[in-house]
């Protein structure tokens, strides 16, 4: 069983910033990729960004540029810095852990707004 912790989501102007973090706990493989999801109502959760335990990075295009994907492997967090804010970035955010063999994991989900 792996468990994430979010945290970070807020309310923010257009253009500001926030940071996410997320902390994974329990049966944590060395190798692993970790991410992030947002979803809006009535849509699908889509990726945002993801990030292994190499330090290889995947963005939406949506999000290249202004988001950064990052992670400290000794304390198994992963963070999200998303920068230039914008209203259609406003949706909750979902941490989400994979590796091998096992099943996705999944955080409780964070509330992201941006108000324009």
């Known amino acids: 069983q792996v468990q994430l912790v979010e945290s970070g989501g807020g309310l923010v102007q257009a253009g500001g910033s926030l940071r996410l973090s997320c902390a994974a706990s329990?049966?944590?493989?060395?190798?692993?990729?970790m991410g992030w999801y947002r979803q809006v109502p009535g849509k699908q959760r889509e990726l945002v960004a993801a990030?292994?335990?190499?330090?290889?990075?995947n963005y939406a295009d949506s999000v290249r540029g202004r988001f950064t994907i990052s992670r400290d492997n000794a304390k198994n967090t992963v963070y999200l810095q998303m920068n230039s804010l914008k209203p259609e970035d406003t949706a909750v955010y979902y941490c989400?852990?994979?590796?091998?063999?096992?099943?996705?994991?999944w955080g409780q989900g964070t509330q992201v707004t941006v108000s324009s």
């Open positions: 990030i292994n335990s190499y330090g290889n990075t």
């Open positions: 329990g049966s944590i493989f060395s190798f692993n990729v």
């Open positions: 989400n852990y994979q590796t091998v063999g096992q099943r996705d994991y």
